[in-house]
């Protein structure tokens, strides 16, 4: 049998065991095998953290000059391995996203013009080929505001397109509260399609040149602080507030932000700004499950509500979740949060 830490144990366990593995292994152990029993009433979940490359895009990549820097697998590209993952694993629906490596950083506004196009008509047609298996999130050429606008009503009501996919930062530059790009959080807004959030990969958008090193941590630490920085931003710059209709999914279970959400209410009383407590704010936004520990889940749906948490696994890279139902069902939590966790937020979020 297999954890999410990967390690394989026998189908049965002593005394001994349980006094070797201690109260944490054992509960990942026991929660294993409840999943492995509850998989047999078939793929359910809608997994919003996804990533894909498809075939067009790593070409236009290619051409435009910034190859894939990850080592790709069948399931990254090919729908049919994908499917077969996702049935094995208990999902239903994948949104479909594009990973750090989305480029912006790398390529010509032109080049990226090209590939956001080639991408998106990619997503739809995968929707369109199986409607119940995937949906689309709008990736938008964010070098120039003036492409990404006419990309996204472009895009727009095109079959399976359900949400926006967009990174916190370019190269240190918060691109998302600089006037020019109003115009289009303003359209996202009107067009009702949630906004996904992910980190760029690559040199330029390293969060911390301090998380480099032998071991480098741009990624576990990184990618977190990048996402409790662009939460925090949305709040202290009044975004939030200009945009009441705004939903955003923030990856990575909210990065360090539900963590520090108190410390940033303890810094307001020296301002006026946000104009309200930080806590009304935490409900603003919606968290993946990737927090790996299920002490740190259970404290997330406490602290926000299991009616804002969605499945996330990160699929087959790196920080991927092996089984990414598995820590929701092993919570034995009440049937209903369970099952606006699995799927019940996403349906709503999404319109599905």
């Known amino acids: 049998m297999e954890t999410r830490e990967g390690t394989r144990h026998g189908p049965g366990l002593g005394r001994r065991d349980v006094m070797t593995l201690g109260a944490g292994a054992l509960f990942a152990v026991a929660g294993a095998r409840l999943w492995a029993q509850g998989r047999a009433r078939g793929p359910v979940s809608v997994d919003v953290h996804t990533h894909w490359f498809p075939p067009a895009f790593i ?3 290619a051409e435009a000059g910034a190859a894939i820097v990850t080592e790709l697998i069948p399931e990254d590209s090919d729908l049919t391995a994908r499917r077969r993952w996702m049935d094995e694993h208990g999902i239903q629906t994948h949104v479909l996203t594009l990973s750090g490596n989305m480029g912006w950083s790398f390529v010509s506004p032109e080049a990226g013009n090209r590939i956001a196009t080639i ?5 739809s047609e995968a929707h369109q080929a199986f409607p119940d ?3 689309g999130s709008i990736e938008l050429p964010i070098r120039d505001p003036g492409f990404a606008l006419k990309e996204l009503n472009r895009v727009a009501g095109r079959p399976g397109m359900r949400a926006v996919h967009l990174p916190n930062s370019i190269e240190g530059r918060d691109y998302l509260f600089e006037p020019a790009f109003q115009p289009i959080l303003e359209r996202i807004e009107q067009l009702g399609y949630p906004i996904l959030f992910h980190p ?5 958008n390293i969060y911390s040149r301090r998380l480099l090193g032998d071991v480098s941590l741009t990624n576990p630490l990184g990618f977190p602080f990048e996402t409790a920085t662009v939460a925090a931003k949305f709040i202290v710059t009044g975004t939030l507030d200009r945009f009441p209709k705004l939903d955003i999914v923030l990856p990575h279970s909210g990065g360090a932000f539900p963590y520090v959400a108190g410390r940033l209410q303890h810094a307001r009383r020296a301002s006026n700004v946000p104009p309200r407590p930080i806590r009304e704010y935490l409900r603003r936004f919606h968290y993946d499950t990737m927090t790996f520990y299920p002490e740190t889940l259970r404290f997330l749906i ?14 087959f890279h ?4 092996d089984e990414p139902n598995a820590m929701v069902e092993d919570l034995n939590l009440p049937a209903a949060d369970r099952d606006r966790i699995l799927f019940g937020n996403a349906r709503r979020l999404f319109r599905l």
């Open 59 to 61: 070409k236009a990549r």
């Open 119 to 123: 991408v998106n008509d990619a997503a």
């Open 133 to 135: 298996r995937f949906i």
């Open 200 to 204: 760029l990969d690559g040199e330029p």
């Open 302 to 315: 406490s602290l926000v509500g299991s009616d804002r948490l969605l499945i996330g696994s990160d699929n």
């Open 318 to 321: 790196g920080m991927n979740v």
